[in-house]
């Protein structure tokens, strides 16, 4: 008889104690002694439980301690054991880091003891929380029990950190070479995650917290791990072009490459939120009673053994997606006592995350990104309430996280209310979608100058998804203009400190 499955389990952010779990191992263990339950070896004892509130510790310490547990564990169980490691927030890009330090960068990956990845509402491409700082966040004790957060962990968790944006970027170029799943020991990495908000956990000072396509810390577009790469490259001047045609030049950007993920197993758990135990994803699993929608799926992901379960599971996850995000699921109404009900539409949500580099490497800050449509590349033809929240990362200014209301911009069917009602009409599709770069400097010796992706040309919705992060790289030519370094034959002293710029060199 083969050995049951060893299940770890890996916290979140800021955690100081083993009950954040709740009853959710309980519950695993005693679905999985029932008719056709997976064989499951739940060691409560070994909750994983690490340090994140010391402004010294880093996500990749963490890892780094984590893979020291984890093979004080395999030592202790015995034998060639492999484990399922279910995470919860943080935990998730915990253990992708140690997946990818430990087995994928040495090529290791055969000999990696991790089976099944199944991460609860994972920060994989961060959290828009994390931008407000250790002191904001200490705050919301709802959360974060109150404990100081740590802050390097929490620059990771910003959107567009470079240490996120190396990993992600990592997962969408590299990983689908690897082919996890139909790998001799293959290894399946699901996502699971909510969208809906506990308005009982509600911080009124602070809107991400409430926000739409979220579940109030983390958006299912930066949980999930279905994403797409792109970058753009200005072409070259010539030497001896005139600024003019120069900028005529650089202006329409190229589209150099775009590349999609491996498919990923991602689902939206209906009516979870982060946190808590009333909407909690992992909280509000309860030992006994109907079967929580989170042990449900969980299930569902440990029994998959192979590549065809997994392909067969992505899809029916697909669907059910799909299925939740009608427009006839989409409104919630809150019933508040005395003022009138409060409604939310709850439209899939998309990011993109542009990171602006220049053909050495260097990245460029002081440059401003504008989504344009229609024909004339606009960005006054953008339709109504299409971009929900803008966001520069603090320690690198020119990495710029958009998170854009997909509804808004691909169109949307109408949605229909209480009695016949209709809360919102059909949203109509501009069409034609764009995007300018502007450089705020634009007469300096070394600049860069304006470029463009064409609506007519090249659409941005081509490489947006609903519910999924889009990573694009605008690589920009830096320009060297003649003055920069001239000789003369002039022996007597002159300043050359206001001596005109010339064309590109």
């Not at 009950?19 to 191992?25: F, N």
């Not at 780094?64 to 927030?89: E, K, N, P, Y």
């Not at 439209?347 to 995350?353: A, R």
């Not at 344009?372 to 953008?382: D, I």
């Amino acid at each position: 008889m083969a050995n049951p499955l060893l299940v770890v389990f890996v916290h979140g952010w800021s955690v100081t104690s083993t009950d954040t779990y709740g009853e959710l191992p309980a519950r695993l263990k005693r679905e999985a002694g029932k008719e056709g339950g997976p064989p499951l070896d739940v060691r409560n004892i070994y909750l994983g439980q690490y340090v994140s509130f010391r402004d010294e510790v880093r996500l990749e310490d963490i890892s780094r301690g984590f893979d020291a547990a984890v093979t004080d564990l395999l030592a202790d169980v015995g034998g060639s054991r492999r484990f399922v490691c279910i995470t919860h927030s943080t935990g998730g890009p915990v253990v992708r880091d140690w997946l990818d330090r430990f087995f994928v960068k040495p090529g290791k990956l055969d000999g990696c003891p991790l089976s099944h990845l199944i991460m609860l509402a994972p920060a994989n491409f961060g959290s828009a929380l994390a931008q407000l700082g250790k002191s904001r966040l200490a705050r919301l004790a709802n959360w974060f029990d109150g404990v100081e957060p740590g802050q390097r962990v929490l620059d990771w968790l910003e959107h567009g950190s470079p240490e996120s944006v190396d990993l992600n970027s990592r997962w969408i170029t590299e990983y689908a070479a690897l082919k996890l799943t139909a790998a001799a020991n293959p290894l399946f990495l699901f996502v699971l995650t909510g969208d809906r908000i506990d308005r009982k956990l509600y911080d009124h000072l602070n809107s991400y917290t409430g926000e739409l396509g979220s579940d109030g810390v983390v958006r299912a577009a930066s949980a999930n791990l279905n994403a797409t790469y792109v970058r753009l490259e200005q072409p070259q001047p010539d030497r001896g072009d005139t600024l003019p045609r120069a900028k005529a030049k650089l202006r329409n950007l190229e589209v150099a490459a775009v590349q999609r993920s491996p498919r990923t197993a991602f689902k939206i758990v209906p009516g979870a939120s982060h946190s808590g135990d009333r909407m909690g994803i992992m909280r509000s699993v309860t030992e006994t009673g109907d079967l929580h929608p989170t042990a449900a799926a969980i299930l569902r992901c440990l029994q998959v053994s192979d590549n065809a379960g997994y392909t067969s599971l992505c899809t029916a996850f697909d669907s059910e997606n799909n299925a939740h995000q009608a427009p006839a699921n989409r409104l919630e109404i809150e019933h508040v006592p005395v003022i009138p009900d409060r409604q939310y539409i709850h439209d899939p949500h998309s990011m993109l995350i542009f990171r602006l580099l220049d053909d050495h490497g260097a990245h460029v800050q002081e440059v401003d990104i504008l989504l344009t449509a229609g024909p004339n590349n606009s960005p006054n033809e953008l339709p109504e309430d299409f971009l929900a929240d803008r966001q520069a990362n603090h320690r690198d200014a020119g990495t710029l996280t958009f998170f854009l209301n997909f509804a808004a911009l691909a169109g949307s069917p109408a949605i229909p209310g209480p009695a016949d009602s209709i809360v919102r009409p059909e949203l109509i599709a501009r069409g034609n979608y764009g995007m300018t770069m502007r450089p705020r400097a634009t007469d300096g010796v070394v600049l860069y100058l304006e470029g463009a992706i064409s609506a007519v040309t090249h659409d941005i919705l081509d490489y947006v998804e609903p519910n999924q992060t889009t990573l694009v790289d605008i690589v920009l030519t830096r320009v060297v203009r003649s003055g920069v370094f001239t000789f003369t034959r002039q022996l007597a002293p002159r300043s050359f400190k206001n001596d005109a710029f010339g064309n590109p060199i």
